[in-house]
């Protein structure tokens, strides 16, 4: 069923993403668009059509919204992270240079809103709202993120805070939209949208959780990305929570080193995490924010049958299988 979603979603992309003038503004929107990725998002939006309506067709408009301003996003965070590659590829900024990117950037934030122009009046007014929130969210929870590195004490709720806003309102708005574009009422669609959020949270801190103990063959992504980059996860909040002086000390120290060869140091932060329990605190996090997911499914307006694909899905999107 979710490829069925995300074979639909490429086919309404590719219809509207035709070649637009001038070239050198939509050319780098439609490069990152088609970089790749799983689609969760958009499809989030569509299952939640679906299971409230039993037909997502109407609900293509408002997957691209949100797969739009996602992608909008992450051109603009690589400018401000300095990143060559995205997904494997060159970044944006990079294929071609800065003020494309960043101007390519704001085309995508302004053609996200085009995508819910085709809906009637009442929902229009009713979707706008919800992703104006959800859009100025996810701009403050990047710059918390970017103000973490100048901070001496960062705390767990403070972290918790961040992901939210960064990563899972987003989630939370794609399922709310398919919802509302379903036909439910802000009112009862509220439960896909608690949904979204705390699944956001319990995947990205497993997303931390992977970066250091993951299997690179199946991560996708470099393990120990975030300690040879100084990033303050939860894991690293944990660990400064349960230390010992010590352990503290050691790992501050070694938070604040950046060798040439990073395996060494890789090595000896997790061995601090693992001695704090660091990494059995944060799996914890993990199960209790999934639990909280599939509670707020008990809370859809839909069938127990429909209820059970959302578990499913959370459970192979915790695996990784998606």
């Known amino acids: 069923m979710i490829k069925r979603y995300q074979e639909a979603f490429m086919a309404y992309l590719a219809e ?8 050198s503004l939509y050319a780098p929107t439609h490069y990152i668009l088609q970089l790749g990725g799983k689609r969760i998002r958009p499809v989030l939006t ?44 060159p970044t944006v ?9 960043i101007l390519s950037g704001d085309v995508m934030l302004v053609n996200a809103y085009q995508c819910l122009d085709v809906y009637p009046a009442k929902l229009f007014s009713e979707l706008t709202p919800l992703f104006s929130r959800t859009a100025q969210k996810v701009c403050e929870g990047q710059q918390f993120d970017m103000d973490f590195p100048k901070q001496d004490v960062v ?24 919802a509302m574009v379903g036909g439910l009422s802000q ?3 509220q439960p896909f949208y608690d949904f979204g ?19 690179p063959e199946t991560f996708g992504k470099q393990v120990g990305g975030d300690i040879i980059e100084n990033k303050k996860t939860l894991l690293y909040l944990l660990a400064l929570e349960n230390g010992t002086e ?10 604040a080193s950046q060798p ?58 915790m695996e990784r299988k998606l």
């Open 246 to 255: 010590e352990e503290k000390t050691a790992l501050t120290t070694l938070f």
């Open 260 to 317: 040439a060869n990073p395996k060494d140091k890789i090595e000896k932060v997790k061995a601090i995490f693992i001695a704090t329990q660091a990494d059995k605190k944060i799996q914890n996090l993990i199960e209790d924010y999934t639990a909280l997911a599939l509670e707020a499914v008990n809370n859809f307006s839909i069938s127990p049958e429909k209820k059970a694909i959302f578990t499913t899905f959370s459970q192979q999107l």
């Open 187 to 189: 009112e009862d669609s």
């Open 93 to 101: 900024h990079e294929k071609w240079d800065v003020n494309t990117g």
């Open 197 to 215: 959020i705390q699944l956001g949270i319990a995947f990205q801190l497993q997303d931390d959780y992977l970066d250091a103990f993951g299997d």
């Open 16 to 23: 509207q993403t035709s070649a637009k003038e001038p070239k």
């Open 155 to 178: 705390t767990r709720e403070a972290y918790l805070h961040m992901i939210k806003y960064k990563t899972a309102v987003l989630l939370g708005c794609a399922l709310q939209m398919g």
């Open 46 to 89: 569509l299952l939640a059509a679906d299971a409230v309506k039993g037909d997502f067709s109407e609900a293509l408009p408002a997957a691209l919204a949100v797969e739009i301003f996602h992608n909008f996003s992450l051109v603009h965070d690589d400018i401000m992270d300095e990143a060559p590659l995205r997904r494997g590829k």
